[in-house]
């Protein structure tokens, strides 16, 4: 089974500066995806980045970067330069082995971001 | 324009009623999902279907049904079974195991 773990329910930052949002997670398979959304007051879900198990460098979209700790069980999200656009719930997931394609999702990060 | 569409967004529903939430989607996506999601609770997988006339449980199917007859098309029902339908309903879809596309979304009242 997966599962996936984010231990901030909330994270306050100033604009214009970067921000960390922690996910670990845990899995027995050895070939996993791990994808970040976006969850704005709307609802609609966002996706913004992935990483692939056996990717050898940390993926980068634009001013989000994941920070993968293989080791460790870590998948952080780095926010740069934060925008008031940028407050919203942030959800961290994965899928593993042959059930690739079904996401488990974490309880979410509530990021506001303060001018 | 691409994309995902759920209808309706809001849906009220008496105790012991049957409901049908839309989903339609014209990514040529094979793979469509459908989540629940209680107030500040994660996503939880309901159903999900990889091919045309084949459909699999989820973490928390009991209550819910599905079809999936056309590839473009993934209505999920809300049965008279499910105690506690009152959630937010989320459609996705995806090609494989690559990122899942959402739609905007169904808020379920139970009255």
């Known amino acids: 089974a997966q599962k996936i773990t984010q231990t901030q329910p909330g994270m306050f930052v100033q604009e214009k500066e970067a921000v960390t949002l922690d996910c670990t997670y845990d899995?027995?398979?050895?070939?996993?995806?791990l994808f970040w959304y976006k969850q704005p007051s709307s609802g609609e879900m966002i996706f913004l980045i992935y990483?692939?198990?056996?990717?050898?460098q940390n993926a980068t979209e634009g001013r989000y970067s994941l920070n993968f700790q293989k080791a460790r069980k870590s998948a952080n999200l780095v926010i740069s330069a934060s925008q008031l656009g940028d407050s919203a719930t942030y959800f961290c997931a994965m899928a593993a082995g042959t059930s690739y394609g079904k996401l488990t999702f974490g309880q979410g990060t509530i990021l506001t971001v303060h001018p | 324009d691409g994309g995902i569409t759920q209808s309706p967004k809001y849906l009220f529903r008496k105790e012991g009623q049957n409901v049908t939430l839309s989903c339609e989607q014209n990514l040529n996506h094979d793979a469509m999902y459908w989540y629940r999601q209680d107030p500040g609770q994660g996503l939880r997988l309901i159903y999900y279907?990889?091919?045309?006339?084949?459909?699999q449980k989820g973490d928390i199917a009991e209550g819910y049904s599905v079809s999936r007859e056309k590839k473009e098309s993934f209505p999920l029902t809300v049965t008279s079974a499910q105690k506690n339908p009152t959630a937010f309903y989320l459609c996705?879809?995806?090609?494989?195991?690559?990122?899942?596309?959402f739609g905007p979304g169904t808020r379920l009242t139970v009255l």
């Open positions: 279907s990889q091919i045309v006339n084949d459909f």
């Open positions: 990483q692939g198990s056996y990717d050898q």
């Open positions: 899995t027995s398979d050895p070939s996993y995806g």
């Open positions: 996705a879809s995806s090609i494989g195991g690559h990122e899942q596309f």
